[in-house]
């Protein structure tokens, strides 16, 4: 059993950014700059493609220093949440 949250138990997302068909490296600049501009603390929900978008955002977004809270496949797309750093 992970001790991950559950997307439930992460609540509400303050924003959700749809990036289904938006090629790398694109996709994590549009995250990035979804993130610049939210407060520290606050949880995004982005919408990945799988293949390359899904192996290389998650691990750009942490070397950016961005907590990875919660990955799901929604049969389709990925869902991935990321919070904010606390600065």
Known sequence: MSDAPTAEALG???AKLDLR???CPLNFVRTKLKLE???PGQLLEV???AGEPIEQVPDS???AG???EHLSDQ???FALM???SVS
Do not use: E, F, K, S
């Open 82 to 84: 990321v919070r904010h």
């Open 21 to 23: 068909g938006t090629p």
């Open 37 to 39: 501009n939210m407060q």
């Open 75 to 77: 049969g389709g797309y």
């Open 61 to 63: 977004l942490r070397m």
């Open 66 to 68: 961005y907590t990875i």
């Open 12 to 14: 509400v997302p303050d």
């Open 47 to 49: 919408w990945l493609d």
